[in-house]
């Protein structure tokens, strides 16, 4: 449903952006964001917008990171700029709605790698 891309290898100071979409509607949508997992860690928040554009971030990205939503539908970017080492991770896409009973619900992409490295 989440297609994610734009990882890659970059030196340390350098930047790269991520694109999410997703394949359809999604129904109930109320924000889409941004995960990541790093070796022998627990998956943690990177950054979320909601459909009214309201943003968050963990303290660890703000100032480096900004995340916002395309002019298509259900698409979402993460800009990184001054990464470190200590951004390594598998990045994943999430899409936070919920039924039409007011159930949440998530979507998930298949995660993209960003290696911090020189």
């Known amino acids: 449903q989440l297609q994610a891309s734009g990882g890659g290898l970059v030196q340390p100071g350098g930047s790269l952006r991520l694109s999410c979409a997703a394949s359809?509607?999604?129904?109930?949508?109320?924000?889409m964001g941004w995960y990541r997992q790093a070796p022998g860690k627990q998956r943690e928040l990177v950054a979320t917008?909601?459909?009214?554009?309201?943003?968050d971030y963990t303290n660890s990205v703000k100032g480096r990171f900004t995340v916002s939503r395309g002019n298509a539908e259900n698409t979402v970017y993460l800009q990184m700029n001054s990464l470190k080492p200590e951004d390594t991770a598998v990045y994943y896409c999430?899409?936070?709605?919920?039924?039409?009973?007011?159930?949440?619900?998530?979507?998930w992409g298949q995660g993209t790698q960003v290696t911090v490295s020189s």
């Open positions: 917008i909601t459909t009214a554009g309201s943003t």
């Open positions: 359809g509607s999604i129904f109930g949508l109320n924000a």
């Open positions: 999430n899409a936070d709605a919920e039924d039409p009973w007011g159930n949440p619900y998530d979507y």
